[in-house]
Nanobody
Framework: QVRLAESGGGSVQPGGSLMLSCAAS????????MAWYRQVPGKEREMVAR???????TVLNSVKGRFTISRDDAKNTVSLQMNSLTPEDTAIYYC??????????WGQGTQVTVSS
């Protein structure tokens, strides 16, 4: 059974930082494209950052230079380091996996709130 467990969300002031972590079980992060998505009420879920099984990373233009996705193969985790946070980054952040075959999987989400 596949499980993606996010942690690290919370409340922070503008300009602050947070690191989200996604612990995967039932899959190997090295065999999957792993990504972080976010969603605010009334809007579509959008991909924030992605790391391919080969380790190639892509990030949403609006977070480029502020957010970094990384992977710890030994711990089977994927992290999202978020710096210089703004209120526009407030959302529920979800971990996502997609293997070369089979279904995609989602975590339960973690709330990030940026407010003064």
């Amino acid at each position: 059974q596949v499980r993606l467990a996010e942690s690290g969300g919370g409340s922070v002031q503008p300009g602050g930082s947070l690191m989200l972590s996604c612990a995967a079980s039932g899959i190997a992060v090295t065999d999957n494209a792993m990504a972080w998505y976010r969603q605010v009420p009334g809007k579509e879920r959008e991909m924030v950052a992605r790391i391919s099984s080969g380790g190639i990373t892509t990030v949403l233009n609006s977070v480029k230079g502020r957010f970094t996705i990384s992977r710890d193969d030994a711990k089977n985790t994927v992290s999202l380091q978020m710096n210089s946070l703004t209120p526009e980054d407030t959302a529920i952040y979800y971990c996502h996996s997609q293997g070369p075959r089979g279904p995609a999987h989602w975590g339960q989400g973690t709330q990030v709130t940026v407010s003064s």
